[in-house]
């Protein structure tokens, strides 16, 4: 048996690809991330520990499902609104007319303009396709 026993290839990394992994302590230069709009579920990695989500956005995010109605800050079940490498806000859903409405809020105000918001309208298209509805609304306050 040949390869080191390590479970990778010899000379290369587990996978294929050849070539050797970067030393653990490279530094990954830093790349714009795109300006995409995403709705998060509130179950995403990114979002689950709570002190973690403040401690990166700067605000505090909290699902409320559980929560009685009128304490509820957020809403029901809310969704943060992602836009690039920032966690802006939350958006609402409901279906309504049978179609998806959205309305989303800010935490933090982004740059918002015209590619915000055509990101945002299709984010909101694309959620309402996933549920095999047509969007009735999408807002923002």
Do not use: I
């Not at 179950?43 to 700067?58: K, N």
């Not at 309305?103 to 984010?123: C, I, L, M, W």
Request: include cysteine.
């Amino acid at each position: 048996m040949g390869g080191g026993g390590g479970g990778a290839p010899a000379g290369g990394r587990a996978g294929g690809g050849g070539g050797a992994a970067p030393p653990p302590d490279t530094v990954v230069p830093d790349t714009a991330v795109p300006p995409r709009v995403r709705f998060l579920a509130p179950f995403d990695p990114v979002v689950w520990d709570r002190r973690r989500f403040e401690s990166l956005w700067g605000w505090p995010y909290r699902f409320e499902a559980y929560t009685p109605a009128p304490a509820r800050k957020f809403g029901y079940y809310a969704l943060p609104l992602l836009t690039g490498d920032r966690a802006v806000g939350w958006v609402c859903c409901t279906v309504t007319g049978g179609g998806l409405a959205v309305e989303g809020r800010f935490a933090v105000r982004p740059s918002t303009g015209k590619a915000f918001r055509a990101g945002f309208d299709r984010e909101a298209e694309r959620l309402a396709a996933t549920f095999g509805l047509s969007l009735h609304s999408a807002t923002l306050t």
